[in-house]
């Protein structure tokens, strides 16, 4: 059942309820007051009676010293006579309670004779023959007799106005719950209109469409279930974008990765084949032979690169407070004898938060890219001899303390890199010239590793280029704090 119809139907149980108490105790309540006001004029109207009886009493001839049956008798059908319209109901009993005179109507059973003495009045509602009385019965004292008087008063009216109360009130309510269920279906399809729109979303969202969104229509509680509900399908959006692009990046490796492993496996089995299949001269097979070593370096290096980046992906490293200078003096070190280039060292002193082997990888990587991009020689895209400035062959390592960590920074004054290519670079496999890059042993993996390590280390690769000025490849290792 739909919950805007159990909304409406638990409204309306509420409101019959409701609504047939308060009619009936209402309906009562009047029922009841107009009966004791019956009453009452029923005892008043007995006590009058029983007044004019005894009065009329007072007028018998003084030879009577007792008043006899006869003298009730008539004294009773005058009073009988009294009464409005059809006159009144009474019946006079004597002091045995045995009945002197009835009046024609009067049919009362003696239930209430017994009940009564000389000192109480006392009254019933009875029904008789389909109408309502009221029975009194009353102690008369008159001329040395106790007799007992008992009227009769019809309230049959009140009775039937009762009957009437229940009926209209009973309509009253059927329309009152009519309107009502009406206006309720209307406040209930308003009320939950929030989670149609809410059904609705996850609906589109379950068929695929993760941009759908509920719209937020009210600011109650159900209107934060949207909100919310709204926040988590961003959240889901995000993290499935984010798994497409994973996946398209995934693709694009393998894809680069087949492709960079075919073309040294063309030229070493070509090659072989070559040695193997013909009587090559000495020149020809040194030839082939030095390709095949050539390539099977390059493959090496490859999958040397390629299990460092998964490894790099999986540690978890422990980063180490480490002083600079050493890791300074270490590349000083290892690229003191390299003479085609000169590469400048520099920086402040300083305690680092960092995994020194893998940083130290990160900067081999970066100077040896720089000293290939400042090597004499090197052409930019459109094949023009760009390292002839001053600068030319010069590579600054440097290192300093900056706004929110340790800056160190790779910068050569060689090809640069296009600015359409720069954001490609880090990409595994990618490599601006391919034949100039697979000349040099490269495989596009370099900068690829050093993201993931920087990754490990919470910093990214901040790359600066300029075609023909050279490039500037950064990056700001953070304090212990933001780590
Ligand atoms: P590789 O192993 O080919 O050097 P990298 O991932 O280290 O792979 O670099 C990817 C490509 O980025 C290189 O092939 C080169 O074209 C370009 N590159 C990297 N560093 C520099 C630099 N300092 N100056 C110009 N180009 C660079």
Redesign the pocket.
Known sequence: MKFSIKLVLSTMIVLALALGFSGFYFVNYVFETSLDREVGQALDESSILSFAFETAALNVPLKYSVLPDSVVEEIASKLEMGGQGDGRLLRIADEEKNILYTSNGFTADEGLLPQTDQHTKSYRVIRAQDRFYVHTCVAINALNRILYLETMKDVTEVFTERSLGFSLYRKVTLVMLLTGMVIMLFIASLLTKPIRLLTRATREMAAGDYRYRARQISRDELGQLTGDFNRMANALEENISKLEEEIEAREEFMGAFAHELKTPLTAIIGYADMLRSHKLDEEKSIMSANYIYTEGKRLEAMSF?LLDIIVAKQDEAQLMETPVGELFSYLREMFAEKKETDIRFSCEEAMVWMEANLIKTVLV??I???C??SEVGSTDGADRDVVGSDMAGVVEVSGKAVDGGYRIAVR?Y????PETEQNK??KAF????KS??RS?N???????LCAEILKIHHSELRIE?KVGEG?C?SFVLAPHSNL
């Open positions: 690169r990587n970066l040896d890219n720089a290939k991009a050569d060689g090809i640069g890199i670079i880090v990618y490599m601006v010239d100039r890059a040099k490269g495989a596009g993996l370099g900068l690829a280029s490039s490849f």
